[in-house]
Nanobody, 120 residues
Framework: QVQLVESGGGLVQAGGSLRLSCAASGSIFRVNSMGWYRQAPGKQRELVAGITSGGRTNYADSVKGRFTISRDNAKNTVTLQMNSLKPEYTSFYYC??????????????WGQGTHVTVSS
């Protein structure tokens, strides 16, 4: 079994910064891609940022230039640095990881979510 544990959410004023972290643990052979998604009430979950094991990143257009995703492959962690936050970024943020539990089978895992509130 694999667990993803997130931390770092909270309340911040518009224009401020927050840093989200996620650590994968358990029966891990290899962690492939990792990413952050968000889901506001009544809306679909959407990709915020993703990063491959090789470090290639992609971002939602709405956060480009504001958010930076990074990872530590040795520690199986992924971090989302969020700057210049806007009230519309208020949401639950979820960590996702594609993890190989052996040499050939990959599964998708999700964290429990952490809430970010950006006040105006």
């Amino acid at each position: 079994q694999v667990q993803l544990v997130e931390s770092g959410g909270g309340l911040v004023q518009a224009g401020g910064s927050l840093r989200l972290s996620c650590a994968a643990s358990g029966s891990i052979f290899r962690v492939n891609s990792m990413g952050w998604y968000r889901q506001a009430p009544g809306k679909q979950r959407e990709l915020v940022a993703g990063i491959t094991s090789g470090g290639r990143t992609n971002y939602a257009d709405s956060v480009k230039g504001r958010f930076t995703i990074s990872r530590d492959n040795a520690k199986n962690t992924v971090t989302l640095q969020m700057n210049s936050l806007k009230p519309e970024y208020t949401s639950f943020y979820y960590c996702q990881a594609i993890v190989a539990v052996n040499g050939y089978k990959y599964n998708m895992y999700w964290g429990q979510g952490t809430h970010v509130t950006v006040s105006s």
